[in-house]
């Protein structure tokens, strides 16, 4: 029988580090024992991962869990340039020395998250020391369920290009201090984070960001070079929103802007007062759409609409349809049909996809009129809701069948 092969050892460093990168801590020290190579390759791995999630108290109690990330930190022996703990309880006093230790040796890329059983109790998330914030190589930063205080003379991450912060304790100014001193921030993550109530953002490096939650404000100045924009509001948002500047009046600036995600009540807070025919710069970079509207409302219509008219050049839509009967008011029921031709706001659309359909009125209106009125249109995409019986399916399905269409190229895929 012809010997083995260790095909695995024989391959580069980087390759070997980045296998490890996937492993947690535990199994990744065992590769330690399988030879003087693999030894090596272990205390030099740049990337340290953390998975308690993985293991039962007694597991914990087993394998004295802190000592073994205490023996890791102290065999490796190049710089450690990510940290990922994942830790399912409450945290205890080792975490300040791991960090400690790892700020001090060029750590650039730091994921904290913990899951404590009472997310509102703010005694049960982590507190990141003050130390953190010292960090000048930090380049990502990713937390979740816990509490950012800022230290007096904090002056920003000169490095962070990346910030995620998820259910995570902090004020308006400290976000605001965190973003403005980070002057090469290119991608903001904020979800449902306590204690923010009026988001201000300048961050003229940013490039991508994300919001989910209840916000009173968003101030989105001096964000001109953003590329893509999420944002998914509560109706809290909406009710309990300042009077002050909409934020559909800081998407007027967003020149750059090329990709739009609008859900929850995020239409509403943008255009709570009257709906303009269109926003006051025409926004010709914008590629794709992705929007929550209710078709039973006229506010949500006309603002769907406006959109439209703002980004001449989008090439993909995605429409999550609410049609709700119980709830807004009727809009005019040729309203779709007065749009038609009505100009060239549509002859670049050539990806539609609408979901949650369940063949209304509103619905099928809609459906007809981005048919007969997008020219370069290849393909309509068309999610009947789950729970629609067949005979209705079939019936939805029929109907879309036989509606003219504009492009000759323009196929309806129904599912």
Not at 10 to 39: C, Q, Y
Request: glycine content about 6%.
């Amino acid at each position: 029988m012809a010997p083995t092969v260790d095909r695995i050892s024989s391959l580069s460093n980087d390759i070997l580090h980045h296998i490890l990168d996937f492993m947690p801590i535990r199994e990744a020290g065992r590769t330690s024992v399988l030879s003087k190579r693999w030894k090596d390759v272990w205390a030099s791995t740049p990337c340290l991962n953390i998975f308690e999630t993985e293991m039962d108290p007694i597991d914990r109690s087993k394998y004295e869990w802190p000592a073994v990330v205490d023996k890791a930190l102290l065999l490796h022996k190049e710089t450690i340039h990510g940290f990922k703990l994942h830790e399912p309880v409450h945290p205890d006093g080792h975490i300040d020395g791991w960090l400690r230790s790892l700020c001090g040796r060029g750590l650039q890329d730091l994921t904290i998250e913990f899951f404590p059983l009472h997310e509102d109790n703010e005694a049960e998330r982590y507190k990141i020391p003050s130390f953190v914030f010292a960090c000048s190589s930090l380049v990502s930063l990713d937390l979740t369920c816990c509490v950012l205080r800022l230290p007096s003379g904090f002056k920003g991450f000169k490095s962070l290009k990346f910030l995620s912060l998820d259910r995570v304790s902090l004020h308006d100014t400290i976000l605001e201090s965190l973003v403005s001193g980070s002057s090469h921030l290119e991608h903001l993550n904020i979800e449902e984070c306590n204690g923010l109530s009026k988001i201000k953002i300048q961050a003229p490096s940013l490039l991508y960001l994300h919001i989910f939650g209840d916000f009173r404000n968003i101030n989105l100045n001096r964000c001109n070079n953003m590329k893509r924009l999420s944002i998914h509001l509560s109706e809290n948002s909406y009710r309990n929103n300042d009077p002050g500047r909409r934020l559909g009046e800081y998407l007027k600036g967003l020149v750059r802007l090329q990709s739009l995600y609008l859900h929850g009540w995020s239409l509403w807070y943008l255009f709570k007062a009257n709906v303009p025919q269109r926003l006051p710069l025409i926004n010709r970079n914008l590629r794709v759409l992705d929007i929550l509207i209710d078709l039973w409302e006229e506010k949500d219509v006309f603002a769907f609409v406006c959109l439209l008219k703002s980004y001449p050049c989008l090439e993909v839509l995605a429409i999550e349809a609410y049609d709700d009967t119980n709830r807004g008011t009727e809009i005019i029921g040729d309203y779709w049909k007065m749009l038609e031709h009505s100009g060239p706001w549509l002859g670049c659309l050539r990806n539609v996809g609408i979901k949650n359909i369940t063949g209304s009125e509103h619905e099928i209106q809609l459906i007809g009129f981005f048919l007969a009125n997008t020219r370069e249109l290849e393909n309509f995409y068309v999610y009947i809701e789950e729970g629609i019986e067949h005979k209705r399916r079939f019936k939805i399905a029929k109907l879309l069948h036989k509606f003219p269409r504009s492009s000759n190229r323009a196929k309806v895929h129904i599912s």
